[in-house]
């Protein structure tokens, strides 16, 4: 049976995957590219068709490109530090030492825990009686609105995106280094090489599409990040922690404008597909080199 669908077998083993994608994503893509030309605002039940409409109206608002920004620092600020720290974790923990299985459940613990209870447990830190202000009142300093000031918001609502994602990115590291070969390292430490210079010039180099990997999932992570702005902020105050996709939400399912949201969802698809061709540019070009 499989001799004579030889030819075919490798099209019948994508097949499933196949099916799921265009299930998932090519199918829902087309529907939600097709609403972008329609304008539900008015009503929802008889849209009307404005063509381009939507696009236009989006990128003359004010909103988005507040949003955009805040999307923008959400990028900056949480993919490095999603990128290093848990490298940094994982070489220290890739050593024999006393209660390394202990370390490693700790790190990885906040993985487990739902998105949901971590935003409610961190906006009880965050509160303006929080333990947080306190800790902060009893260092003599002036209390801060963690989550209503604009100037901090985005920022507080990042740090619990890096505490939920070190230990995932961690053992991702993990993983890789135990394919990094032994030998290396024993020839660093003949030729007297120190801890940083061991780690920059055999570490790095071996983890290199690891490094590529985690940035690349670490980056569209925090893009379309939802449930810790939902819970915690809001958005607000004054749009200060609104991201694309809690836009997209609330113009999709508060106000109920699926073409504007719709119009959002493509552009984000566009910066997506955009950021993941630059990451093969730069960090894999050499795997497609014919």
Request: proline share 7%; glycine share 6%; hydrophobic share 55%.
């Given at each position: 049976m499989f001799k004579y669908y030889g030819k075919y077998a490798p099209?019948?083993?994508?097949?499933?995957?196949?099916?799921?994608?265009?299930?998932?994503?090519?199918?829902?893509?087309?529907?939600?590219?097709?609403?972008?030309?329609?304008?539900?605002?008015h009503n929802i039940y008889k849209p009307e068709i404005i063509g381009l409409q939507n696009y236009i109206?989006?990128?003359?608002?004010?909103?988005?490109?507040?949003?955009?920004?805040?999307?923008?620092?959400?990028?900056?600020?949480?993919?490095?530090v999603l990128a290093i720290l848990p490298l940094f974790l994982a070489i220290l923990i890739n050593r024999q030492i006393k209660g390394v299985t202990l370390y490693k459940i700790l790190i990885y613990?906040?993985?487990i825990v739902s998105i949901v209870v971590a935003a409610i447990a961190f906006k009880w830190l965050y509160a303006d009686q929080g333990i947080l202000n306190y800790i902060v009142t009893k260092l003599?300093?002036?209390?801060?609105?963690?989550?209503?000031?604009?100037?901090?918001?985005?920022?507080?609502?990042?740090?619990?995106?890096?505490?939920?994602?070190?230990?995932?990115?961690?053992?991702?590291?993990?993983?890789?280094?135990?394919?990094?070969?032994?030998?290396?390292?024993?020839?660093?430490?003949?030729?007297?090489?120190?801890?940083?210079?061991?780690?920059l010039t055999v570490t790095i180099p071996h983890i290199m599409p690891t490094i590529a990997l985690v940035t690349t999932i670490s980056a569209i992570s925090a893009m379309k990040v939802f449930a810790e702005i939902y819970v915690m902020?809001?958005?607000?105050?004054?749009?200060?922690?609104?991201?694309?996709?809690?836009?997209i939400y609330e113009r999709a399912f508060e106000n109920l404008d699926l073409g504007f949201a719709s119009a959002m969802a493509v552009v984000l698809l566009v910066i997506v597909m955009l950021f993941s061709l630059i990451n093969i540019l730069f960090f894999e070009r050499n795997k497609y080199q014919i």
């Open positions: 099209y019948l083993f994508i097949l499933p995957a196949a099916i799921v994608l265009v299930i998932f994503f090519f199918i829902p893509f087309f529907q939600t590219f097709l609403l972008s030309f329609f304008d539900y605002s109206n989006l990128f003359h608002s004010p909103v988005f490109y507040k949003v955009m920004w805040n999307t923008f620092v959400y990028l900056i600020v949480a993919v490095p613990l906040p993985v003599g300093l002036a209390p801060a609105g963690w989550l209503t000031d604009p100037n901090f918001a985005l920022y507080s609502v990042i740090i619990v995106t890096i505490w939920k994602g070190i230990g995932y990115y961690m053992i991702i590291y993990l993983a890789s280094l135990m394919s990094v070969p032994k030998e290396l390292y024993e020839a660093c430490d003949i030729d007297g090489a120190d801890f940083l210079t061991k780690h902020t809001k958005g607000g105050p004054l749009n200060s922690s609104k991201t694309i996709v809690y836009y």
